[in-house]
C-alpha cells in the first residue's frame, strides 16, 4: 500500500516510515523540508505545508491509500498546525477518496477534566489544539480513523510492549510508538477508535488485538 505522511521529518515519523517500509509499503514523506528525509527505494519526499489550502493538500496526496498526520510544532505554531493544519489535511484526505486515517495525539487529549494535576497543565495550549483536531475527525469527518494517544515521548531503545486503554498515563519510547501505528493497519477492528497507550508488558500486536 502506499502512505502519506505529514510530519515526515519528525521525530516519529522516522521510525514509522522504516516500519512501514519494512512492512513492504511505499511512503510519501510530506515535510515543509523534503530535503531532510532519509531517502530510500520505497521512499518519496514530498514538499507539503500543514498552512496550505485543501486543494493543495489533496494534490499532495496523491494516490496514496492512507494518511497519517504525525506532525507537530512542538508549541509554536499551535492554531494553524496542530489543529487547523490536521482538520484541512483530513478534508483533503476526503477530497481524494481517501478512507484510511491515523492520527497521533496525545494522553488525555479529549479528556480536559483530567489535565490539571497530572502534569498536563503545562501543555495546556497543545491539548487543546489536539482535542479539537480529534473531535472533528470524529464528528466531522467520514474517514475510517484511528487516534493514538501515547504518553510522554521518550529517545529510548525500543521495548516492542505496550499497554492499552488502561486508563493511566506513562512514558513511551518513540520506536513503540512508531510500531504501534505501523502495526494499526494490521487490525480493522482499530478502526473508529480511540487507543491510549504507554509502555507496558503486551506485546504490540497482542495489545492492538485486544482493541
Known amino acids: 500500500m502506499k502512505m502519506f505522511i505529514a510530519g515526515a521529518a519528525g521525530r516519529v515519523a522516522e521510525e514509522l516510515i522504516a516500519d512501514l517500509i519494512e512492512d513492504g509499503h511505499e511512503v510519501l514523506a510530506g515535510a515543509r523540508s523534503p ?4 531517502t530510500g527505494v ?3 519526499p514530498v ?3 500543514l498552512h496550505w489550502e485543501v486543494a493543495e493538500m489533496a494534490a499532495a496526496l496523491a494516490d496514496a491509500e492512507v494518511v497519517y498526520f504525525v506532525a507537530g510544532s512542538r508549541g509554536q505554531d499551535l492554531l494553524q498546525t496542530d489543529l487547523f493544519g490536521a482538520v484541512k489535511l483530513m478534508q483533503a484526505a476526503e477530497t481524494q477518496g481517501i478512507k484510511r486515517y491515523i492520527q497521533l495525539s496525545s494522553t488525555y487529549s479529549m479528556e480536559p477534566e483530567k489535565w490539571r494535576g497530572t502534569g498536563l497543565e503545562k501543555i495546556m495550549n497543545y491539548n487543546i489544539a489536539k482535542m479539537f483536531a480529534d473531535h472533528w475527525l470524529i464528528d466531522n ?3 475510517d480513523y484511528t487516534i493514538l494517544q501515547p504518553g510522554s515521548l521518550e529517545e529510548t531503545t525500543a521495548t516492542g ?10 512514558l513511551n519510547p518513540i520506536p513503540d510508538v512508531a510500531k504501534t501505528l505501523a502495526e494499526l493497519l ?3 477492528n482499530t478502526i ?7 509502555g507496558g508488558s503486551d ?8 482493541v
Request: aromatic share 4%; hydrophobic share 35%; glycine share 4%.
Open 35 to 38: 530535503e531532510k528525509i532519509k
Open 42 to 44: 520505497k521512499i518519496t
Open 47 to 49: 514538499h507539503f505545508d
Open 141 to 143: 469527518t467520514q474517514l
Open 161 to 170: 510492549k505496550i499497554s492499552v486503554n488502561s486508563g493511566a498515563m506513562g
Open 186 to 188: 494490521k487490525y480493522p
Open 192 to 198: 473508529k477508535k480511540v487507543i491510549s497507550m504507554m
Open 203 to 210: 506485546e504490540i500486536d497482542e495489545a492492538l488485538k485486544s
